[in-house]
């Protein structure tokens, strides 16, 4: 069973970066698709940024450019790297995991944190 529990949110300026950590916990690794979501007030959660194995990565349109996902296989730590943030990115971001299908869909997505606030000024 996965738990997953995400650090590195705050406040930053805009044209700033942050970057979100999301630590696993029990039987996870490289077998699944872990993601980045986020909500703002009054919007529906959106898809930010998807990562399968070690390597295949894909980010949103609206932060392509500016964001990045990665991960550490080895202490089962996945990233979100935040550039040029914009007013537009604050929200609450979620990391979440996958054991199969690695797509934006988030139904897909079994185990979720708690989410990290990210508020840019």
């Known amino acids: 069973h996965v738990q997953l529990v995400e650090s590195g949110g705050g406040s930053v300026q805009a044209g700033g970066s942050l970057r979100l950590s999301c630590a696993a916990s029990?039987?996870?690794?490289?077998?699944?698709?872990m993601g980045w979501f986020r909500q703002a007030p009054g919007k529906e959660r959106e898809g930010v940024a998807i990562?399968?194995?070690?390597?295949?990565?894909s980010v949103a349109n609206s932060v392509k450019g500016r964001f990045t996902i990665s991960r550490d296989i080895a202490r089962n730590i996945t990233y979100l790297h935040m550039s040029q943030v914009n007013p537009d990115d604050t929200a609450m971001y979620y990391c979440?995991?996958?054991?199969?299908?690695?797509?934006?869909?988030?139904?897909?997505?079994?185990?979720w944190g708690q989410g990290t606030q990210v508020t840019v000024s």
């Open positions: 029990g039987a996870s690794g490289s077998r699944h698709c």
């Open positions: 979440a995991a996958s054991p199969r299908i690695c797509t934006f869909n988030r139904a897909d997505f079994s185990t």
């Open positions: 990562m399968s194995g070690e390597f295949h990565t």
